[in-house]
């Protein structure tokens, strides 16, 4: 896939689209879900969370899941969750090694755009250098030319 059509991280996808239960309606809720309704990253915050110990990373992620709205799970049974979705992310020697690379893959521009940004700047460029000069072929600052005479004829 191009880059701009890639997922963010794909190692995370296991993660967060996971069912954590349903919503009100009864469609199923996956982690990406509630953790936007929670008003959270989830990437940023799937990304957080497998940087941690299995069991800190558990004992974050249970309020979160308990400050859901809709259905209300037993404090037992929203850990077995938690521990359930904590066991989807990558490990963090892995999370580690995609991390690092994926800033250098979003700081690239792609060959062809970039050939069009040289062609813009040099257009741009040449344009400038030509209204410094006064040589801009389609400004005649506001003057009409001269007329001009025919050789040999005169009035």
Not at 36 to 61: F, I, Y
Not at 142 to 151: F, R, S, V, Y
Request: charged share 20%; hydrophobic share 45%; glycine share 8%.
């Amino acid at each position: 896939m191009r880059a701009l059509y890639a997922p963010l991280r794909p190692d995370l996808d296991d993660f967060l689209f996971a069912t954590v239960g349903e919503e009100r309606n009864g469609m199923p809720l996956s982690v990406i879900s509630a953790l936007t309704g929670l008003g959270l990253d989830p990437w940023a915050e799937a990304t957080r969370l497998s940087s941690l110990e299995t069991r800190e990373a558990v004992e974050q992620l249970v309020p979160m899941i308990a400050r859901l709205p809709g259905e209300r799970w037993p404090s037992s049974e929203v850990r077995t969750i938690a521990l359930g979705l904590i066991e989807l992310l990558p490990s963090t020697k892995a999370t580690r090694a995609t991390a690092d690379v994926a800033p250098q893959t979003r700081a690239r521009i792609a060959p062809s755009k970039m050939l069009w940004l040289v062609c813009f700047l040099l257009a741009a460029a040449a344009l400038v250098s030509m209204a410094a000069n006064g040589d801009l072929p389609f400004g005649g600052h506001g003057q009409p030319a001269p007329p001009t005479e025919a050789p040999g004829r005169s009035n």
